[in-house]
């Protein structure tokens, strides 16, 4: 039954396949996604769907909504692209092509693509069946900018009754993992210049003091909790000049635990260490959150809801040039040779795992503390592919990622249909939701916190 919704997926692939393609060609950093928001709210409004802009005063930011009332679904998109990722698409070595040296690393020109697709999908079945509503997200800055948060925080996705996304992957498989709460916190340093050949006992050392606090981190890492994790980059060094004492540094920390409540806990044992560092190089230090994202909450039945519909979704086969293409490709990626023997692309769909906790983080939890959320791994990469490489780029194109795009776009299209026939299953996600949440969302963002969007 649900097939007969889902065929407009491959009626219109070209249509798809131009959207991903143009945001390919238009790759463009977090907040700065102009041309790519543009491509792919232009295309749903050409379909029909009622288009609003500039979500939480953030210009990249849409949602675009087809029919009325409940069930009320929701997809997300995302379209921003990394620094230093500058390739030509299709080539089995790094080369670049001109302009600006940004590059799809992590498939987002294909998760528009593929969320797209399920949006005409569900279209169709609101036409045949005049039930609910689906609106997808046009969501900026998930590299670094953290766009879903401030999305989150001014209550973009209120009255939504689920979310149902994916992202490109290696694997086909319904994700279960969890993901860290974390913090990124800029620790500023002053100090005094003075002449550190002539005169250096009326210095006092920012950049001193900046290496103390990492030094003083790295011994906290004994002593804080296995899953937490801290992370820093030196942003500024105070200058070039050795022979002058360095009078202001900074450092930025990424601090991360299993939820946020544990993350404050553990950047107020930070905040001790870069207060200590002060101290000792009678130094000042102030600091600035920048961004903050929550843990992702997973909910069971969505989760099973999902992997059924990617089991009923015909799953994408490699044809030999695909299968070519993917192994002249992965012998650039240093694999092991037991690696290079296996196959090129996953050939099936992997059974939930059970729950685990991960190390990384995403601005989708947030979504997830809103309204119940569900997300796939699908597959559009060869096995071995590292994420934000020049390989994944290379690949944002390719003939295989846009068979695996339409899998995304009719399994995140079966999910939602199934929701919206049952509403009981969307009743049992919030009552899972809500067990996980307790007292409800509480944004890790400091109020006067604002997106730091580019002024061209």
């Known amino acids: 039954m649900y097939k007969d919704y889902l065929s407009v997926i491959d009626k219109k692939k070209q249509e798809i396949f131009r959207v991903s393609d143009e945001i390919w060609n238009h790759a463009e950093t977090s907040f ?3 041309q790519s928001s543009g491509i792919l709210a232009e295309a749903l409004n050409a379909e029909g769907f009622v288009v609003e802009t500039c979500l939480a005063d953030i210009p990249t930011a849409f949602k675009a909504t087809f029919g009325t009332g409940h069930p009320a679904i929701g997809i997300l998109a995302e379209f921003d692209a990394l620094d230093g990722l500058n390739q030509e698409a299709g080539e089995v070595n790094p080369k670049k092509i001109p302009g600006p040296d940004v590059g799809h ?14 949006a005409l999908a569900l279209k169709e079945y609101i036409l045949k069946t005049g039930k609910g509503s689906v609106t997808l997200f046009g969501c900026p800055a998930e590299e670094n900018g953290g766009g879903k948060v401030f999305l989150s925080r001014a209550g973009v996705f209120s009255g939504i009754d689920s979310i149902v996304s994916w992202h490109p992957e290696k694997m086909y498989m319904v994700r279960t993992r969890r993901s860290l709460a974390n913090v990124m916190v800029v620790y500023h340093f002053d100090g005094i210049a003075a002449h550190a050949g ?5 210095g006092r050392s920012a950049l001193d003091a900046v290496e103390l606090m990492n030094v003083g981190c790295n011994y906290l890492r004994e002593h804080m909790d296995t899953t937490s994790r801290i992370h820093y980059a030196v942003i500024d060094s105070g200058g070039t000049a050795p022979n002058v004492v360095q009078a202001h540094a900074e450092v930025k920390y990424m601090i991360r635990a299993i939820d946020n409540d544990a993350v ?11 207060q200590g560092a002060a101290m000792m190089t009678e130094t000042s230090v102030s600091s600035r959150i920048t961004a903050a994202y929550s843990n992702l909450i997973t909910i069971p039945t969505l989760q099973e809801t999902a992997y059924s519909a990617m089991k009923d979704t015909e799953f994408p086969m490699a044809s030999e040039k695909e299968l070519e293409f993917g192994e002249a490709l992965r012998k650039t990626m240093n694999l092991s040779e037991a690696d290079l023997s296996g196959p090129v692309y996953a050939e099936r769909l992997l059974s939930p795992a059970p729950p685990k906790d991960h190390g990384g983080s995403t601005d989708t939890a947030d979504v997830s503390w809103n309204c119940p959320t569900v997300q796939m791994h699908i597959g559009t990469w060869c096995i071995g592919t590292p ?10 194109k390719s003939t295989y990622a846009k068979k695996a795009m339409l899998y995304a776009g009719k399994s995140v299209a079966g999910t939602a249909i199934r929701l919206m026939e049952d509403p009981n ?5 919030w009552k899972e939701l809500r067990e996980q949440t307790g007292r409800g969302y509480v ?14």
């Open 198 to 202: 002539g005169s250096p006992q009326k």
């Open 387 to 396: 994420g934000h490489s020049w390989q994944a780029v290379s690949q944002g």
């Open 32 to 34: 700065r996604e102009y």
């Open 443 to 456: 944004c890790p963002l400091p109020e006067e916190l604002r997106p730091e969007i580019p002024r061209e």
């Open 425 to 429: 299953l969307i009743k049992m996600a």
């Open 105 to 118: 690393g992590c498939g987002h020109n294909l998760f528009a693509g593929g969320s797209f697709a399920a």
């Open 264 to 274: 404050r806990a553990l950047k107020a044992r930070v905040d001790k260490v870069a």
